[in-house]
């Protein structure tokens, strides 16, 4: 009866924290297609000023692969207003950061400023958008830049091509775009003629492809008046067309073998592919993973880590994307422990959520797990405009940003049991044997 009461009490202190955590904002499209996205915060004098554009590594073709990551660095480049290797100066000379990134779906430019500077903000991002220089120079400049970053994080670290997807995605996706890495090929890049890069930037880099947000300190009025003149003469583009060839099931086993010169401890990864990251199921499958390595205290690291020190680390996650996702469970053996073993041992585990409901207390743990989350990612004008542009463009709901927490609170224990049926099956399963180069010799003879 207690434990009743107690989460009766939890549930309701939850709800208050959803209400006090509700995002306001307003959404309006400009003549251009522009989408814009206004948060006004005028407790800190603080502004973020950020573009996303609905461009990732799947729009890019075989044979061009990388574009949408070249294209994160070349637009800093500068405008026909802003010289080249001026653009980090006008910020940091201002008080101001900004910073790009790049997925599979999309690409994200922003800046934070004091608020004195939003107009600052906006004719960067405008003039960005309407007159990005793209010349021969900032092309050679940043082939170099690209593939500096390739080696660092891919080719010459640990787990590198593991982590950003290229020993991984060719094997789970056959027809679909995400088969390649975000970072792209190098090779492609190389090969890649200046018209190459000209016309992808009028592809895909226009007001019709985008989402405007402005959070922070401002007066509303003024600042629709400010984003009107700086972004509403911008032409419209083209409409973007997005075809993306269906994957069929996995239905057998896939095993494959993948080596890393920059390892000496082997990585067992079992991978599935998941629903797109508007489906119910994707929510249940991020909260299985919560469920199974979220933490010290989670199912799969009391198990083999703490108790049977099997495994050095151990972790699962539903990698949820725009039109699928790739379920991981990864393992790093301890001492000479086979990886057969742990596969074995981990597919036991894999059956039990299958049939048995997971405990109320991890349930409720799961939930309150979710709420930290929700909190953090909501703290600050600077994340709140991401999560912003994440929920327009690739939710399809800006309002998301306020019922995500209701639906992942709406996934119950069966639901979390249905998608371990569903998902993660034998037959469904793409297991990866990461190891290192150096066992590769001894794997062949």
Do not use: C
């Not at 990732?56 to 044979?63: C, F, L």
């Not at 036991?348 to 979710?370: A, C, G, H, P």
């Amino acid at each position: 009866m207690n434990k009743k009461l107690l989460s009766a009490a939890a549930f309701v202190l939850l709800g208050a924290l959803v209400s006090a955590q509700q995002i306001k904002f307003e959404e309006y499209d400009l003549d251009n297609g522009l989408h814009v996205i206004l948060h006004q915060d005028n407790t800190a004098p603080v502004i973020t000023t950020a573009v996303m554009y609905h461009v990732g590594s799947k729009d890019e073709q075989v044979g061009k692969t990388g574009f949408a990551h070249f294209f994160e660095h070349l637009l800093f480049e500068g405008t026909h207003n802003i010289e080249r290797g001026e653009w980090f100066k006008i910020v940091s000379s201002h008080g101001g950061s900004n910073n790009a990134n790049t997925t599979t779906d999309r690409t994200y430019y922003y800046e934070t400023f004091p608020s004195n500077n939003l107009e600052l903000g906006l004719w960067m991002e405008s003039d960005r958008l309407l007159q990005p220089i793209i010349n021969q120079v900032g092309v050679d400049t940043q082939k170099e830049v690209v593939q500096e970053e390739k080696r660092q994080r891919l080719d010459n670290q640990p787990y590198g091509r593991f982590s950003y997807g290229e020993a991984l995605s060719p094997h789970i996706f056959d027809k679909h775009p995400y088969k390649w890495s975000v970072i792209g090929s190098f090779e492609d890049l190389s090969s890649a003629k200046l018209a190459d890069f000209q016309h992808f930037s009028k592809t895909y880099y226009i007001p019709n492809n985008a989402v405007l947000v402005v959070a922070g300190d401002f007066k509303t009025p003024e600042a629709k008046k400010m984003i009107q003149n700086y972004f509403g003469s911008i032409p419209k583009g083209a409409e973007v067309v997005k075809n993306f060839p269906k994957e069929t099931p996995i239905t057998t086993e896939r095993r494959v073998t993948e080596y890393d010169s920059n390892i000496q401890i082997p990585l067992l990864a079992i991978n599935y592919r998941t629903p797109d990251n508007k489906s119910k199921d994707a929510i249940a499958l991020s909260m299985l993973s919560t469920y199974l390595s979220g933490g010290k205290s989670s199912v799969l690291y009391k198990k083999y880590v703490d108790q049977k020190k099997e495994a050095l680390q151990i972790f699962a996650f539903n990698r949820q994307m725009e039109d699928y996702g790739i379920y991981t469970i990864g393992v790093l053996p301890q001492g000479q422990i086979p990886l057969e073993k742990l596969e074995a041992d981990i597919q036991q585990d894999i059956e039990k959520v299958q049939t048995d409901l997971i405990s109320e207390s991890d349930y409720q743990k799961l939930l309150n797990t979710v709420e930290n989350s929700f909190v953090a990612q909501r703290s600050g004008v600077e994340n709140i405009a991401h999560q912003l542009a994440d929920a327009y463009m690739l939710q399809g709901d800006t309002d998301k940003i306020n019922t995500e927490l209701k639906s992942y609170q709406a996934i119950t224990r069966e639901d979390i049991r249905n998608v371990a049926k569903k998902y993660l099956g034998k037959n469904q399963r793409v297991i990866v044997s990461y190891l290192p180069e150096s066992t590769k010799d001894k794997k062949t003879n």
